[in-house]
């Protein structure tokens, strides 16, 4: 399984990104799917995360609201779109895939997705 994350860019304060995602390898109806991200300096933090079907997301307080993850199962992709973006956004985000087995609970912890993508880098202006 290979993820490979796209769509990242700089923008200003209160502008607007989609970060994609296209799994490679296997379907993504097999995997939870989720974005992370990191800043410098700082640990790799949950971000948002999506059930097999959509049928359940899940976000961090952060970015509640403002961000919106979304799959395509036809495309083997998930998508993250993010409005209204600010400063403390900016980092590199990752895709991860957690295989369904393992179950909806812990969707926010990094721990238990099984693959990762490359990153891809926001940059957010004041």
């Known amino acids: 399984v290979q993820l490979q994350a796209s769509g990242g860019g700089s923008v200003q304060s209160g502008g607007s990104l989609r970060l994609s995602c296209a799994l490679s390898?296997?379907?993504?109806?097999?995997?939870?799917m989720g974005w992370f991200r990191q800043a410098p300096g700082k640990e790799r933090e949950f971000v948002a995360a999506?059930?097999?079907?959509?049928?359940?997301?899940y976000y961090a307080d952060s970015v509640k609201g403002r961000f919106t993850i979304s799959r395509e199962n036809a495309e083997n992709t998930v998508y993250l779109r993010m409005n209204n973006l600010k400063p403390d956004d900016a980092a590199v985000y990752y895709c991860?895939?957690?295989?369904?087995?393992?179950?909806?609970?812990?969707?926010?912890?990094?721990?238990?997705?099984?693959?990762w993508g490359q990153g891809t880098q926001v940059t957010v202006s004041s």
């Open positions: 390898g296997r379907s993504i109806n097999s995997y939870i």
């Open positions: 999506i059930s097999w079907h959509g049928e359940y997301t």
């Open positions: 991860a895939a957690k295989e369904r087995r393992k179950g909806w609970d812990h969707a926010s912890n990094r721990d238990s997705y099984n693959y």
